[in-house]
C-alpha cells in the first residue's frame, strides 16, 4: 500500500511550504519576518498561512531533521548514548518514564510504562 503525501490537498508545492516553515523555525525569525522574506523571492504568502504550515507541518519536519542527525551521529564512532529512568506521577498513578538521551543531550526516544522492565524500555528505542 502506497503512503499517502501530507501535502496532497495544498495548491502550493511541497518545496515551497517546506522552505517558509524552516525560513520561520531555523533563522531567528517572526512570521511577519518569513512572509517578507518569501515575498523577496517572490511567493506571495500570508504570515496566517505560514502559522498554519508551520503548525501542520512543524512536527513532521523536526522529526525528519531529528532523524537525519541521528543517523548521521551513529555513523560517528564516538556517538554515545544513555539510558536515563524517571519516576513520574500521572494521574496519581506512579509510572517510570525511560528517555534515550545522546551525549549532547538531544533527547532519542521516551517511554512511558507503568512496570520497572529495563529491558522493554530498551527493545522499544531500537537498541538492544
Known sequence: ????????????????????????????????????????????????????????????????IRGKRVEAMRACRHWRWHLDEVDVRINGEMNYLWRAVDHEGEVLESVVTKTRDRKAALKSSGNR
Open 1 to 64: 500500500m502506497t503512503k499517502r503525501s501530507p501535502f496532497r490537498y495544498f495548491k502550493t508545492s511541497p518545496s515551497i511550504i517546506r522552505l517558509a516553515v524552516m525560513l520561520y523555525i531555523r533563522l531567528p525569525n517572526s512570521l511577519r519576518n518569513a512572509e517578507d522574506l518569501l515575498h523577496e523571492r517572490r511567493i506571495e504568502i500570508s504570515h496566517e498561512t505560514v502559522r498554519h504550515w508551520w503548525n501542520r507541518f512543524g512536527p513532521m519536519f523536526a522529526s525528519e
